[in-house]
């Protein structure tokens, strides 16, 4: 695991809940002098912890490896906030409406940030009949792909997963498409507004 719990977060989380040292101490039954401990940084908490611990805080074990609480205030599911976690371990594509701590294969994952596409990383659409069929000129070999298509509306999203020495295409129903999405192996996510 790339990351773990820190004291400085332990600290901050518990002071935004007013709680004392002594109080989240109570919770996890563990000793006032424990979490002291924790939070400068003179020892860690024992894994067998971190639920009891996550759950005191008020937040999941994932927020809490990463140090940081997710208070989605996207109630409604704006899909502009919409957001794609590529796992480099084992290629998992994770979609998620608003923001997200996200984790795979043991490691928390960056959300994909889309970039405009350039030559190598072209993205062609061509309506056809009700639907946007999607291509691209970049070469689908073993070490460097396309790993997947993704199509945006406000209504949710479409993914087609790609594979290696495989056509790179795909086929998107149209209705209130906005965004097309290309994400290459090697070089992250590439979007165009349709």
Known sequence: MDKYVTGAAVRRLREEKKMTQEELADKIFVSPKTVSKWE?????????????LAEALGISVIELLSGENINNGNRSSDMRKAGFYVCPVCGNV????????ISCCGIT??????????????????????????????????????????????????????????????RFKR???????????????????V
């Open 40 to 52: 400068t940084g003179a020892g860690f908490p024992d894994i067998s912890l971190l639920e009891s």
């Open 94 to 101: 994770i979609y998620s409406v608003g923001e997200a701590v």
């Open 109 to 170: 994952l960056p959300r994909a940030v889309p970039e405009v596409p350039d030559d190598d990383h072209g993205i062609h659409v061509e309506p056809v009949e009700d639907e946007y069929y999607v291509t691209t000129d970049h070469p689908m070999t073993k070490d460097h792909y396309i790993s997947f298509f993704a199509a945006l509306s406000d209504q949710g999203v479409q993914i087609v997963k790609q594979y290696p020495e495989g056509n790179a295409e795909a």
């Open 175 to 193: 209705p209130r498409v906005s965004k097309i999405y290309a994400y290459c192996n090697r070089h992250g996510l590439f979007s165009i507004i």
